[in-house]
């Protein structure tokens, strides 16, 4: 049965919180550069104004009567008043039923309703003064808890005031303490990412819900939990999905558990005491939400139809670490706010599935990358001109550019770069991202970071090779080639294999520089192949193999855009990160 849906996209949980008064002769505007800042529009081009009033804390009171399809909400707005003023603003979606607005002494107010904002008038409110008014108001679904069998009572914009109006960085917001008291008859749960206090008595159970952690969209699910799970680094995992797929519930805690402690220990700790998965109808863009304590994947991922989400799931759980711990607020540096989700992701699947699976996933991400046709800078992040861009580019080729990173500085050093970025005191932005990876490289890696994320060229090769015999008695022979470079000016040391007549393979690695580059190999038989970058590690566009034969003459070429996998693991993961 499909999860029931709010007539209302919000309910003013958030909006109540964000709501500021505005001055006597620009009321309405100063209303509206909250509102827009709390959606996510830009408001920095316009005047800065100051508030009258500022959010201090909201709490509220929600009962739920499974056999009907309403929610009766109490919300507490605290307030501290900045000016004295006799007519506050409020933000309320227009479809929402308002009762009544009342006075820290119970005093019904007067207000208007004028589309999605609410005009009070109120005795004047001094200076200084720090006060409390209640709003009680309906909340409308679709159908009664126990016909749907979940409830997504809001998704709301988190209750935050915005610090800085750069438009350059993302919303940051000053945490505000919010709480939610929810009364509910078993079996029905209430499902946050906030800390929940539980009070059972007499069937009835009581969850009292507060967080202060500055995210913009905390979902509140009103349902039954079905699977959980104890974790001594992260707490309890609990699952809630749907009847029709309750069934799948222990496969995604268990997938839960062990990616958890993975990052755990391979990123850092957690201080959560609870851990809750819901599958939930997301907006038709997304696929998955991550929040502190809290991952969410739409009903359509989560279905016995479809494969089971590996690596989306992955990133959405990465994202506890990268995000919900560590803030990562300037727009322009998204190639690390999803690119380090994604690539720590593809770093599970090596450990838990194997390196096949990896490298699957990172040939995918490599040729989503490579799809887009007018490719930009990663260091412009979400500036980008297009969402396709943004999303091939942000999230793939940015996994991409960290994988090679990681070839580049060695796996230990570069797990020493992820457990530095977690213990940072400080928001993690490129030029913060590129120190720390110089001070562990202990050296200069502007050749890197220049070539992957201030230009957008990737590069083609052309190699070219031959062999002689240099050695009679002792038969040896040598290989000689040159790698010319095409399309960007790139450094790396790519890994070159060569299968022989008549022992192993041989693998050395050659630097190729910007322009062409001389390489040459001893070997113990004579070469019947040349393999370019065998395991996928380098981004490039296509590499053309040109073979000479003992005496210079040419035997002949091949050209490939990238060497396809030939077989794929049984569990590949179909989902998009």
């Known amino acids: 049965m499909e999860i029931m849906r709010l007539t209302a996209k919000t309910l003013i949980l958030a909006t109540l919180a964000t709501a500021l008064a505005a001055p006597p002769t620009r009321a309405v505007d100063a209303v509206e550069e909250v509102a827009s800042g709390a959606f996510g529009r830009d408001s920095a081009a316009r005047p800065a104004q100051s508030p009258v009033i500022v959010p201090q804390r909201i709490d509220l009171r929600v009962e739920v009567r499974p056999e009907l399809p309403t929610a009766l909400i109490e919300a507490d707005f605290t307030f501290r008043v900045e000016r004295t003023a006799e007519v506050v603003n409020v933000f309320l979606r227009p479809d929402m039923n308002l009762d009544v607005i009342e006075d820290v002494d119970g005093v019904p107010l007067t207000y208007r309703r004028r589309q999605s904002r609410i005009r009070i008038s109120t005795p004047s409110l001094d200076a200084g003064v720090v006060t409390t008014w209640r709003f009680r108001y309906r909340a409308t679904f679709d159908a009664p808890l126990e016909e749907s069998g979940q409830m997504l009572l809001t998704t709301p914009w988190y209750p935050h005031l915005r610090v800085t109006p750069d438009p350059e960085e993302f919303l940051r917001f000053v945490p505000m303490p919010m709480s939610l008291t929810a009364t509910l008859p078993d079996p029905w749960v209430l499902v946050s990412s906030g800390t929940n206090r539980v009070a059972d008595e007499n069937g009835v159970t009581t969850y009292v819900w507060r967080d202060s952690v500055p995210n913009q969209t905390i979902p509140l699910v009103i349902g039954r939990f079905v699977e959980d799970n104890k974790l001594d680094t992260v707490g309890f995992v609990r699952a809630f999905l749907d009847h029709r797929n309750s069934s799948l519930a222990k496969s995604y805690v268990e997938y839960i558990a062990s990616a958890a402690t993975f990052f755990s220990e391979r990123i850092g700790v957690l201080d959560r005491r609870s851990w809750n998965f819901v599958a939930v109808d997301l907006p038709e863009t997304m696929s998955g939400l991550t929040l502190p304590g809290m991952t969410l994947l739409d009903v359509d991922v989560v279905s016995r139809e479809m494969a089971f989400p590996y690596r989306l799931l992955a990133h959405e759980i990465a994202h506890q670490w990268w995000n919900s711990y560590i803030e990562i607020p300037r727009g322009r540096d998204a190639w690390l706010r999803e ?70 500085m060695g796996l230990d050093k570069f797990i020493d770069l992820i457990r530095a970025l977690h213990d940072l005191e400080e928001d993690l932005t490129t030029p913060v991202f590129v120190r720390l990876a110089e001070e562990i490289y202990a050296g200069d890696l502007s050749w890197f970071f220049n070539a992957w994320l201030r230009s957008a060229d990737v590069p083609s090769f052309r190699v070219r ?14 290989l000689r080639g040159v790698i010319e470079q095409q399309g960007a000016a790139i450094r790396y040391p790519v890994r070159m294999r060569v299968s022989l007549e008549a022992a ?74």
């Open 465 to 478: 090779y031959g062999y002689e015999r240099v050695e009679a008695r002792l038969p040896r022979y040598e």
């Open 504 to 577: 192993p393979p041989l693998e050395t690695t050659v630097w190729i520089e910007p322009g062409s580059v001389d390489f040459s190999i001893s070997l113990p038989s004579p070469p019947t192949g040349l393999q370019f970058d065998p395991d996928g590690d380098l981004l490039y566009h296509e590499v053309s193999v040109e073979v000479l034969g003992p005496l210079g003459e040419r035997v002949g070429t091949t050209s490939s855009p990238r060497p396809a996998r030939k077989e794929e693991p049984p569990d590949a993961p179909t989902d998009g990160a």
């Open 339 to 408: 690119g380090l989700p994604t690539y720590s992701s593809l770093m599970f699947l090596e450990s838990e599935y194997g390196a096949r699976m990896m490298r699957q996933e990172l040939d995918r991400s490599q040729r989503v990358a490579l799809s887009i046709a007018s490719p930009e800078p990663l260091e412009i992040g979400f500036d980008m001109s297009s969402q396709e861009a943004i999303n091939a580019l942000n999230y793939h080729k940015a996994a991409a550019v960290l994988h090679m990173l990681r070839e580049i």
